[in-house]
């Protein structure tokens, strides 16, 4: 699946992203050009980020003070307190939403598999992210020696200090987009 292929690589697809994006970007992944799919991505959401700033205050009005001082922080060059903001607000969007955790497991399983489940197969399909185990929730015995990804539990436990990045904040909206409108979109099927 594609959208998991972004996951694995710390992406995850704006709502508004041409349909065969994924594909294509996924294909320039399987060739070994991982930087080019990752710097359209980049520019995709340096691009995008006020339109998506503006869509989560709109949908998400309690949260608009966090938002706009996380999506100021991310403008900043604040991206070491940009990205906790922004992966708290993924999982807090997450749990109001379908009322599970995101980045919780049950079995090595993510709770979140268990509302995708109940979807249709072509939801199942938009939402699989949830469904898989992905580095950004990977727990600690998942994670080897050389783990280098973005990683919610490393990040919010004071396990590293070195995530504060543009392209890992960009990651971090990344998500925090997906699981605000996917789950948004497809939880009333």
Request: proline share 3%.
């Amino acid at each position: 699946n594609e959208l998991i292929t972004l996951g694995k690589q710390g992406w995850f697809v704006d709502y508004y992203m041409p349909a065969k994006m994924p594909s294509a970007l996924v294909k320039e992944i399987k060739n070994h050009n991982i930087g080019k799919a990752e710097n359209f991505l980049i520019n995709y959401f340096r691009d995008n980020i006020d339109l998506i700033k503006d869509n989560l205050c709109n949908e998400f009005q309690d949260r608009t003070v966090v938002l706009n001082k996380s999506f100021n922080a991310h403008r900043n060059n604040n991206y070491e307190l940009s990205i906790p903001v922004f992966l708290i607000q993924a999982d807090g969007i997450c749990q109001e939403l379908i009322g599970k955790q995101l980045y919780s497991k049950e079995n090595g399983i993510p709770k979140t598999a268990k509302f995708v489940n109940t979807l249709d197969i072509i939801s199942q399909a938009y939402l699989s992210p949830f469904s898989k185990n992905l580095p950004i929730s990977a727990s600690e015995r998942e994670r080897n020696n050389n783990f280098n990804e973005l990683n919610r539990h490393q990040i919010l436990h004071g396990e590293i200090s070195d995530y504060g990045t543009e392209i890992n904040s960009l990651k971090s909206i990344s998500l925090l987009n997906y699981v605000a409108f996917a789950l948004n979109v497809h939880r009333s099927f």
